[in-house]
């Protein structure tokens, strides 16, 4: 298996514009997850889905964030409009299912608003 | 405070020392643990997870918890330059690995 498919790696954009992370999980993995790393607060669960339902979405910084699974291989991360403030790495995870003793993540998106 | 602490380190030990990395956190009713390996640039790669009060060990890699401290510790014997990184804590509040918690993590540099 691949592992969990992010793209693109690296996205620089302007802000305000709107920003499109993907994500493609492991296959068979029932559970997903949206992670954002930064120096200053480290690495943050922002919203987790099990069977493409969003579960938890509490880490979700402000309404400018919204995130999506319209189908167990894809889900997407969207931010509008960005602001130079949503500059981090983005990782998605996934686990077989919500009582899975590992969660595996993938490369990530580096996300660069100027 | 932070729901889960580390020393950000860096922490230097020579090749062949054993490491030690510590972690506490502040919800009494954490359920799982989980010890994560960062290489610059990478993403988060597991390397250990704990449930129960003690010691779990797994090759060189050693994870200790202890409930009532609040506190989760990992060890690594013969450490290795390969195993410089940073190493994340992360705690959960049932057993699913992904729904974490983690910490800001500790560098770990290993000298030859």
């Known amino acids: 298996d691949a592992g969990v498919i992010q793209s693109p790696r690296h996205e620089v954009t302007e802000m305000g514009q709107e920003v499109t992370l993907r994500c493609k999980p492991i296959?068979?993995?029932?559970?997903l997850f949206w992670y954002r790393q930064t120096m200053m607060r480290g690495l943050e669960l922002l919203i987790y889905?099990?069977?493409?339902?969003?579960?938890?979405d509490s880490g979700m910084p402000e309404d400018r964030f919204s995130a999506k699974m319209p189908n167990a291989s894809f889900s997407t991360l969207k931010i509008q409009p960005s602001e130079p403030r949503d500059s981090a790495v983005y990782f998605c995870?996934?686990?077989?299912?919500?009582?899975?003793?590992?969660?595996?993540f993938g490369q990530g998106t580096r996300l660069t608003v100027v | 405070q932070k729901e889960v602490e580390q020393n950000s380190g860096p922490l230097s030990v020579p090749e062949g020392a054993i490491a030690s990395l510590n972690c506490t956190y502040s919800?009494?009713?954490?359920?799982?643990f989980f010890w994560y390996r960062q290489y610059s640039g990478k993403s988060p790669e597991l390397i250990m997870f704990?449930?129960?009060?003690g010691d779990k060990e797994d090759g060189r890699f050693t994870a200790q918890l202890n409930k009532a401290s609040q506190y989760v510790s990992l060890l690594i014997r013969d450490s290795q330059p390969s195993d410089s990184a940073t190493y994340l804590c992360?705690?959960?509040?049932?057993?699913?690995?992904?729904?974490?918690?983690f910490g800001d993590g500790t560098t770990l540099t290993v000298k030859p």
């Open positions: 995870a996934s686990s077989l299912d919500s009582s899975a003793t590992e969660a595996f």
């Open positions: 296959s068979g993995h029932n559970s």
């Open positions: 889905f099990n069977n493409n339902v969003p579960i938890d």
């Open positions: 919800d009494r009713g954490s359920q799982s």
């Open positions: 704990i449930y129960s009060n």
């Open positions: 992360a705690v959960n509040q049932d057993t699913n690995a992904g729904k974490s918690t």
